[in-house]
């Protein structure tokens, strides 16, 4: 018979260095999936809100045009559907609502008490007789900005 040989040359991981290995990626996972979460709700964040700022510029040039150009000096906010035209209020098409996946992300209605959710789907809500403009959807409390 042949004897077998143990070759003492072989390399390899042992046990205690995988089981370290897999420790130290756990940890790297418990600090970075939370982070990576934070990041996609600050993305929303920002992306709504620079959204909102574009619109309520656009919404308060149009107002002040009004008043330059009406020959009584009353100005008035745009209507819906002005708002809604593309060319009119804003030079392009509307923003959609982060906080919304669906379709209608990008449709405006008309709103009753700023802050206050419009029934139906929609990603923003618009009151004429102010001006005011909001996002449709409660997410994040981000209806009140």
């Not at 330059?68 to 906010?77: D, F, S």
């Amino acid at each position: 018979m042949h004897k077998m040989r143990i070759r003492n040359d072989q390399r390899g991981f042992t046990l205690v260095e995988l089981v370290i290995i897999i420790v130290i990626l756990g940890l790297i996972g418990a600090v970075a999936i939370p982070k990576y979460y934070n990041m996609v709700t600050k993305a929303k964040e920002s992306a709504a809100k620079g959204a909102l700022g574009g619109l309520r510029s656009g919404i308060s040039i149009f107002y002040a045009n009004e008043a330059l150009n009406e020959p009584e000096g009353v100005p008035a906010w745009p209507t819906l559907v002005e708002l809604q035209t593309v060319g009119t209020v804003m030079a392009q098409s509307m923003p959609k609502n982060p906080y919304q996946a669906d379709a209608t992300a990008d449709v405006i209605v008309a709103g009753v008490t700023k802050g206050t959710l419009v029934v139906g789907t929609a990603g923003w809500a618009y009151l004429e007789a102010t001006g005011d403009i909001w996002l449709n959807t409660e997410t994040a409390e981000e209806n009140h900005w």
